[in-house]
């Protein structure tokens, strides 16, 4: 149950990311953040850079677990998919990272 809220989540986040960095590049700020929008822009790429590293933190992890701890073939290839998925969280934060940056500020 745990690895498909993980797949999930980590297909919304691929989905997500890029449609939010180009609204905040375009200069859009959440209602509950009490700084400037370049303090929020600021803030909002930390928050991708989090992604990138959790990503491939997490993607890396699942393939280390595929590759050493699971004899059964099902769910060897489960957690090859669910690396795949979240190596392209973390592709997708840096492509939102990119967009951000290209902004004019």
Not at 53 to 66: P, Q, V
């Amino acid at each position: 149950m745990l690895e498909l809220i993980a797949l999930v989540c980590g297909l919304a986040l691929i989905v997500w990311q890029p449609i939010e960095a180009r609204k905040v590049a375009g200069g859009w700020v959440r209602k509950r953040h009490k700084g400037t929008p370049e303090e929020f822009r600021a803030n909002y790429r930390r928050q991708l850079t989090l992604f990138m590293w959790l990503g491939l933190g997490i993607g890396a992890a699942n393939l280390g677990i595929a590759s050493v701890m699971e004899n059964d073939p099902t769910r060897q290839t489960v957690r090859v998919v669910t690396a795949a998925i979240w190596f392209a969280v973390a592709v997708s934060a840096v492509f939102a990272r990119r967009i951000l940056d290209a902004a004019p500020r």
